[in-house]
């Protein structure tokens, strides 16, 4: 990315130049989050904070219940609301998320320990490109939630970090429809796009891993690495 276009770059979550995509069991699926987290949520959503959309939380829940990880690592914690979700429906798991942003992680610190989880969560404070390089053992579900364009840039840590059988779980790989051409491509978002497109192509390609992409909310790309 050149300097014109950093400049020109802010987060797509917050582009309002182009309306939200809404896919099309949006409508129909019908939220079931723990007490604890139905006000933490609005109060973000109130405040701008890229939180997950109703739909790709229900999903994620789901696919944590199915899972049943023991280990869960999160990239883009935000102020925590899909951490506690997946910690509250998988009650024996223990959760690492990585957080750029220091105001967003001390808020997600409060939320951990306001839902009584802080002793199942690791929260590293910092750019996940450095804290992953730093972290070892294996896990058995990512909730790849950060910044789209390093999802590809990230492709390698998460595969050595990833348990065999474990599960990526990629949020937003349709991008406002930008990515599977349902929408036009705003220019400053090219890069963006060609990026996800990189990503999507690698896990693909990867023989260790097996991937669908699915339609919920703004596009989940769900890897498992194969035994
Ligand atoms: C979409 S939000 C995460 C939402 C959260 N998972 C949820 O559903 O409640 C993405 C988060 O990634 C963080 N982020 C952005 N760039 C990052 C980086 N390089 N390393 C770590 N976190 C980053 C942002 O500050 C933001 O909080």
Redesign the pocket.
Known sequence: MDEREKQNFTYA?NDTSVPERISRTANVNVADFPDVVRDMRLDAFGRNI???SDET?AFLRICVAMAKPRKIL??????G??GICMLKICPSAELTT????AE?ASEARRNFEKAGLSDRVTLLEG???DKLVGLCGQFDFI?L???KV?YVKYLPELKRLLASGGVIFADDVLLYGWVNGENPVPPKRRMLVEHIREYLAAVQNEKSLTTTIVDVGDGVALSVKCK
């Open positions: 979550h890229p939180v997950s939380l999160e990239i883009g914690t935000a102020v609301v899909s990585i957080e750029k942003n967003f750019d996940a490109a909730f939630d950060g910044p390093q």
